[in-house]
């Protein structure tokens, strides 16, 4: 009797444990996604505030480039126009009002390229590294696959922005003397984006800048893979891997 009553007590015993892990083990699965999910939101949250910053950064420079730019020449217009009518400069009134209109028109394009919008994303890069080779003696180097254009529309404005922030980096502090911009097409679309500048060295270079954060950011709302390759002397590359 008492070898019954042990076995039934073991029994109960071994009952309870099982229970007590089993409740050990979905509070432990619990809190493992619960903490996922506020690693998520964390860094979704990193995401926005780093567009938000972008955003603010922009409107800065949209902001002085109307005040510096169009409103300095539509001030200067005012004071040709104020003169008395023997002496009004036409041709200066000619030039500030035409220059006003290039500072607003560069504006507009800023802020969403015609071209994207008119031929695409594939026409819109070739544009854009044609100016670059105009306006700078940096050599260009673009060759993009069709399917470039098969990145829904709504995307295609970050997937520009980022080649165009890279311009811009390049431009401004790589000192390069070429760019290459490549898209190939094998199940996935993978643009790289490579200067031959100075490079950088991302171990003692932790931090990212704004303009890089803000390549982060997009890539993440396209979504895209983004990877980052550079060292001293051995120029920056930007790549982006798209699954359409």
Same mark, same amino acid.
């Given at each position: 009797m008492e070898l019954v009553l042990y076995s039934i007590g073991f029994c109960v015993f071994l009952a309870a444990l099982l229970v007590v892990a089993t409740i050990?083990?979905?509070?432990?699965? =619990?809190?493992?996604?619960?903490? @996922? %999910? $506020? &690693?998520?939101?964390?860094?979704?949250?990193e995401l926005v505030e780093q567009l938000i910053e972008v955003q603010e950064e922009e409107r800065s420079r949209i902001a002085r480039e109307l005040h510096d730019g169009v409103n300095a020449k539509l001030a200067t217009v005012?004071?040709?126009?104020?003169?008395?009518?023997?002496?009004?400069?036409?041709?200066?009134?000619?030039?500030?009002?035409k220059?006003?209109?290039?500072?607003?028109?560069?504006?507009?394009?800023?802020?969403?390229p015609p071209t994207l919008e008119s031929f695409g994303l594939k026409g819109a890069l070739y544009e854009l590294f044609e100016e670059i080779q105009e306006q700078s003696k940096i050599d260009v180097n673009i060759e993009l696959d069709d399917? =470039?254009?098969?990145?829904?529309? @709504? %995307? $295609? &404005?970050?997937?520009?922005?980022?080649?165009?922030?890279s311009l811009q980096n390049t431009i401004k502090y790589a000192e390069a003397t070429s760019i290459d911009l490549n898209a190939s097409f094998?199940?996935?679309?993978?643009?790289?984006?490579?200067?031959n500048g100075k490079g950088m060295d991302f171990e003692t270079t932790p931090q990212l800048g704004l303009g890089l954060k803000n390549i982060v950011a997009r890539s993440e709302m396209i979504p895209a893979l983004h990877e980052f390759k550079s060292e001293l002397g051995k120029g920056f590359q930007t790549k982006l891997t798209i699954e359409l």
């Open positions: 050990y083990s979905k509070n432990t699965i =619990v809190k493992s996604e619960l903490s @996922k %999910k $506020q &690693l998520e939101i964390d860094h979704q949250k005012l004071l040709f126009v104020a003169q008395p009518a023997e002496k009004i400069d036409q041709a200066g009134i000619s030039n500030s009002i220059e006003a209109m290039q500072i607003s028109r560069r504006i507009s394009y800023d802020l969403l399917h =470039v254009d098969e990145i829904p529309q @709504k %995307k $295609q &404005l970050h997937v520009y922005r980022i080649v165009q922030e094998d199940k996935k679309l993978t643009i790289s984006y490579q200067d």
